[in-house]
């Protein structure tokens, strides 16, 4: 059984920094997709950052690009996600997901497993 843990969230002021970490079990993250999601109130869910292949090959929302570092740990079997400079717009839930490393990694619907979420509050 596939399961995925988040961590992290919390409430930070503009500017600031939080890590979150997503614990994954029952598949092995270097043969996989892992990305990170976010949804906002009101608002639908959002591609964050995603990092794939024996390479680590990252991808980045516009959004986030030059503030977020997406990075894992294999002995760990975690995926950790980076976030500088927080902005009160940054302010959601975010989700870590897993699916197969051929999927289009801005597409929710390639990604097969979910987290619960981990809420990140960034007042201002």
């Known amino acids: 059984q596939v399961q995925l843990v988040e961590s992290g969230g919390g409430l930070v002021q503009a500017g600031g920094s939080l890590r979150l970490s997503c614990a994954a079990s029952?598949?092995?993250?270097?043969?996989?997709?892992m990305g990170w999601f976010r949804q906002g109130p009101g608002k639908d869910r959002e591609f964050v950052a995603d990092?794939?292949?024996?390479?680590?090959?990252?991808y980045y929302a516009d959004s986030v690009k030059g503030r977020f570092g997406i990075s894992r740990d294999y002995a760990k079997n975690t995926v950790f996600l980076q976030m500088n400079s927080l902005k009160p717009e940054d302010t959601a839930v975010y989700y870590c997901a897993i699916g197969p490393i051929h999927g289009y990694y801005v597409d929710p619907r390639e990604y097969d497993y979910w987290g619960q979420g981990t809420q990140v509050t960034v007042s201002s």
């Open positions: 029952g598949r092995t993250i270097s043969s996989y997709a």
């Open positions: 990092i794939r292949g024996i390479r680590a090959s990252t």
